[in-house]
């Protein structure tokens, strides 16, 4: 079964960065689009940016400008690059494989996530 794996996460100042990873097994994640998505403290959880298989890429605009999806399928990965990072980045992250190739509405399977906290 295909399965995903978040890291990179942790505590940092705002305005610095951080570069989350997932990493996939059991599977080929290049076949799939693939999505980050993150919940804050009592929120829901938001998508906010997906890559196609064909590498198109999609972030939503709280985050537009700021952080960039990109997948290395050597590595059999997807990234969430992230700069200036902000206080109301603060949440856990995920990663989620697409059930089409193309960035659809439905996901298949999701990482543990991986806790970005942004403070002073």
């Known amino acids: 079964q295909l399965r995903v794996v978040e890291s990179g996460g942790g505590l940092v100042e705002p305005g610095q960065s951080l570069k989350l990873s997932c990493v996939g097994s059991g599977g080929a994640l290049p076949s799939y689009a693939m999505g980050w998505f993150r919940q804050g403290p009592g929120q829901d959880r938001e998508e906010i940016a997906c890559?196609?298989?064909?590498?198109?890429?999609y972030v939503d605009d709280p985050v537009k400008g700021r952080f960039m999806i990109y997948r290395d399928d050597s590595e059999n990965a997807v990234f969430l690059r992230m700069w200036n990072l902000e206080v109301g980045d603060t949440a856990v992250y995920y990663c989620a494989i697409n059930k089409a190739y193309y960035c659809s509405e439905q996901w298949s399977s999701w990482g543990q996530g991986t806790r970005v906290t942004v403070s002073s």
């Open positions: 890559i196609t298989r064909d590498g198109n890429v």
